[in-house]
């Protein structure tokens, strides 16, 4: 994992620290998306990578990457329904539709 996003352990999660400006998160949003390119279909990682996406206003790369961390590991999907970061997808039918996928 790159050293410009900050890792945080949490209830056996990687939860993802990133700073609340537009900068900082497309440059989280930059080095997360090459992280998943060396280390592809991590759950955590795209579960992060979509609520920064989701913070950023980049509707459509969050419900892609939320939902493939959710096909990965089903358990993101009640992390989903309270996190904050997603409250801005929550009116989209593809977020309900994210919720509930089945497990791959």
Known sequence: MSERYEIVRLDELDLIEVGDNGLQRRSAIALMLRDDKTNPDQPALLYN?????????RAD??????????ELSPRFAEFAR???DFESLRA?????EALSRPSA
């Open 49 to 57: 990578l979509a609520c920064i996406e989701a913070r950023a206003g």
């Open 61 to 70: 790369d969050a419900l892609q990457h939320l939902a493939r961390a959710i």
């Open 82 to 84: 309270e996190d904050e």
């Open 92 to 96: 989209d039918p593809r977020f309900t």
